[in-house]
């Protein structure tokens, strides 16, 4: 963990030193999330076709810079891609320790946030960090339940929508955890048999049940 935090963290340096323009999406990303920081919530790129949730987290975190009197440029290049950095090195792993108390086998949180179709976006401004810390925290608290049935259920409904504001196929997502949520209960309490028209007669009473309970 230790070394894929410092590789990542000269990535990002070396990131910033040699990649001074906005790549690829970053044209959109970045300026649609400074015209949030001026407060200019109404003006919309029509070319951006992922929901603003990571425009609102940038608006936040280039207000925190600020009222930081950091040496920083609160909205320039390398602190937006900072925030993905910190999201992908110490937010993700976070969200991932619930599921890794269930199964603490030592290498597979390294592997998972080392995941290269995710990690080369730890030192760019794009959605994909958050939109998986969001919809990974939402699984890990459904699964690990850390507080009352009721409540982590419905939080983590709540980080699925949220997660959804960053990235709109994360509706796929959401059902998968929603499946799994009410399969787990009806496992236990339904006491699932060998025949597939039983079970999925018993997972819908399940799925009514627990809508009526949790909604």
């Known amino acids: 963990p230790v070394l894929f935090l410092l590789s990542t963290f000269l990535t990002y ?14 044209i959109f990303h970045i300026p649609q999330t400074i015209q949030y920081f ?20 940038g608006y936040v975190w280039s207000k925190i810079i600020k009222l930081l009197h950091l040496p920083v440029n609160p909205i320039g290049l390398g602190t937006l891609r900072y925030l993905n950095t910190i999201g992908g090195t110490l937010v ?23 995941f290269p179709v995710l990690s080369s976006f ?11 810390i969001m919809i990974v925290n939402s699984l890990s608290v459904a699964v690990a339940l850390p507080y009352s049935d009721k409540t982590s259920i419905r939080l983590s409904a709540l980080l699925g929508l949220i997660s959804v504001f960053f990235r709109q196929t994360n509706i ?4 998968f ?10 496992m236990i309490q339904k006491n699932f048999t060998k025949s597939p028209l039983n079970n999925i007669i ?3 009473i399940q799925f009514a049940e627990d809508f009526n309970d949790y909604v």
């Open 13 to 26: 340096t070396i990131s910033k030193h040699y990649v001074t323009e906005p790549f690829i999406d970053e």
């Open 172 to 175: 796929i997502w959401n059902i």
């Open 122 to 132: 730890y030192t760019l401004y794009y959605t994909d960090v958050w939109a998986t």
């Open 177 to 186: 955890i929603l499946v799994l949520v009410v399969e787990r209960r009806a």
């Open 202 to 204: 018993k997972f819908i």
């Open 92 to 114: 993700l792993p976070y969200v991932l320790n619930p599921l890794f108390v269930l199964n603490p086998i030592g290498f597979w949180p390294v592997s998972l946030i080392s």
């Open 38 to 57: 001026h407060g200019d919530f109404k003006t919309w790129d029509p070319k951006i076709t992922t929901p603003p949730g990571l425009y609102y987290l």
